[in-house]
């Protein structure tokens, strides 16, 4: 996701840089996980869902999910996996979205 420090908010200019290239490179693509990394606040991470959602929402067609499990580089705790399950239709709250970005989204990847 870029990393954002998340306590700048969403509408920080770094962000919007982010969303910058991703518009001008319609060639990337982007993975919303690992809130645990990004958090300031921890699980139900909270304070990350709206730049996860923001790019599921913004970029539909090239955002993918998944998780970094079994979580190696963790300084500290690994964090609870289920959690990060439950933050999915946090990100993306449709159907239809969950879809692309659970299925559609890395089958076309992996097929390109």
Same mark, same amino acid.
């Given at each position: 996701?870029?990393?954002?420090?998340?306590?700048?908010g969403?509408?920080?200019?770094?962000?919007?840089?982010?969303?910058?290239?991703?518009?001008?490179?319609?060639?990337?693509?982007?993975?919303?996980?690992?809130?645990?990394r990004?958090?300031? !606040?921890?699980p139900?991470?909270?304070?990350?869902?709206?730049? !996860?959602? /923001?790019?599921?929402?913004?970029?539909?067609?090239?955002?993918?999910w998944?998780?970094?499990?079994p979580?190696?580089?963790?300084?500290?705790?690994?964090?609870?996996?289920? /959690?990060?399950?439950?933050?999915?239709?946090?990100? /993306?709250?449709?159907? !239809?979205?969950?879809q692309?970005?659970?299925?559609?989204?890395?089958?076309?990847?992996?097929?390109?």
């Amino acid at each position: 996701m870029g990393t954002p420090d998340v306590k700048k908010g969403v509408d920080h200019p770094e962000n919007h840089r982010f969303h910058r290239l991703m518009e001008d490179h319609r060639n990337f693509w982007v993975k919303v996980t690992c809130p645990e990394r990004m958090s300031v !606040a921890g699980p139900p991470y909270d304070d990350v869902v709206p730049f !996860a959602r /923001a790019l599921v929402e913004r970029f539909p067609e090239r955002v993918i999910w998944g998780t970094d499990w079994p979580h190696p580089n963790m300084k500290k705790a690994a964090p609870d996996d289920g /959690a990060l399950v439950d933050y999915i239709p946090r990100i /993306a709250p449709t159907a !239809a979205a969950q879809q692309a970005l659970l299925v559609d989204n890395p089958m076309r990847l992996y097929w390109s």
